[in-house]
């Protein structure tokens, strides 16, 4: 196919990240410590401290069915994607601006349950809006936040840093928003009750800041990413970027309660939820081999919020793969959502709400 006929759809997501940075300038700036390709963008602001910046944009229909989701529990979410970011390099949030398109018949009480939910939501970790734009769309709600954030310079975690031999870990249970999708999707508001919990933290993801931060603080954090597209593609892109390969531990993976059932329904199997569905907004990062083990209890004991480990960092030769339960090797699909594909492999599930 000619450069000139391909479409974004034949392109894809992350190979249109790749034209960006082709077509920009390299960046030649004392104050740019991190540019494209990561997390945030990370620029020095003195000696010792460092702004986090970055931004996500979400579309109503493609991210989201107003149907599914309050306006109030929409503003929380679409915040805490951006403070998900923040976590990932292990900084605290600050200010946000929000910049706002929306049709014109859109009710007030709406509008302003929105801006509630994202003011309380920041609120929890002492951040607020400073600004922002307004602009009416035809039909569609869309939500586009930058998120600021800081923190020490010297303490800063990317996706550069994993090296072989090196420990891999999870927070939470990824997994939990894909079959949360998956229900929702299909029953709506009807889900059944027992199931409602994995519907719940689709709509709601808490970002884990201050997990983040005691992972940079510690000493003994390597890398670090969130899990917005699930742990196949994410990990990858971690090691895409440390120039390693991994290795995962099928029995080890931290699965949510009542994903069995939801594996049934679907017939997806429950790995793949926690591989390939993403959304999930919890942190995938590595650990020095020497970790000690007091350094993960103590942030478990802490913060409430099990931390789980499910594979090792291997030389960039030795591949991506999983270790089964008969110990087979079987390398890993890394593929995840891509935003003008519209397909996540490995499953049937779509990223609406």
């Not at 990932?88 to 929306?102: I, K």
């Not at 991994?246 to 594996?263: C, R």
Request: charged share 20%.
């Amino acid at each position: 196919m000619n450069s000139n006929t391909k479409t974004a759809a034949d392109i894809g997501e992350f190979g249109l990240i790749d034209q960006i940075q082709k077509l920009l300038p390299e960046i030649d700036h004392k104050d740019v410590i991190i540019g494209i390709g990561d997390d945030t963008a990370v620029l020095r602001i003195d000696d010792a401290r460092a702004m986090l910046i970055t931004c996500d944009i979400q579309v109503e229909n493609q991210h989201f069915r107003l149907q599914n989701i309050s306006p109030y529990q929409l503003g929380r979410r679409a915040v805490a994607v951006n403070l998900s970011d923040i976590a990932a390099m292990g900084g605290r949030p600050t200010f946000a601006l929000v910049s706002l398109g929306f049709p014109k018949t859109m009710a007030a009480a709406d509008f302003d349950d929105l801006i509630k939910g994202m003011r309380d939501h920041l609120a929890e970790f002492s951040a607020f809006i400073i600004g922002g734009n307004l602009s009416s769309t035809e039909k569609d709600l869309i939500i586009d936040i930058t998120m600021m954030g800081e923190m020490n310079s010297r303490q800063c975690l990317t996706r550069r840093g994993a090296k072989a031999g090196d420990r891999i870990f999870v927070s939470g249970e990824p997994g939990t928003s894909g079959a949360g999708f998956y229900m929702l999707a299909t029953y709506g508001k009807a889900c059944p009750p027992e199931l409602a919990h994995l519907v719940q933290k689709h709509l709601q993801p808490i970002p884990r800041i201050e997990i983040g931060q005691r992972l940079a603080q510690s000493g003994f954090a390597t890398a670090m990413i969130d899990i917005s597209d699930g742990i196949a593609p994410d990990l990858n892109h971690l090691c895409s970027m440390s120039h390693a390969g991994a290795e995962l531990y099928q029995a080890k993976f931290p699965l949510p309660s009542g994903i069995d059932n939801v594996s049934s329904l679907s017939g997806i199997a429950p790995l793949q939820f926690a591989l390939h569905s993403g959304e999930d907004y919890e942190l995938l990062f590595t650990m020095k081999s020497n970790t000690p083990a007091s350094i993960i209890k103590s942030i478990i004991d802490e913060t409430g919020i099990a931390i789980t480990e499910i594979g090792k960092i291997l030389p960039q030769a030795s591949g991506y793969c999983m270790i089964d339960s008969d110990k087979n090797r079987i390398p890993v699909q890394s593929e995840g959502w891509d935003h003008f594909r519209r397909k996540k492999p490995g499953s049937s599930m779509h990223s609406i709400p």
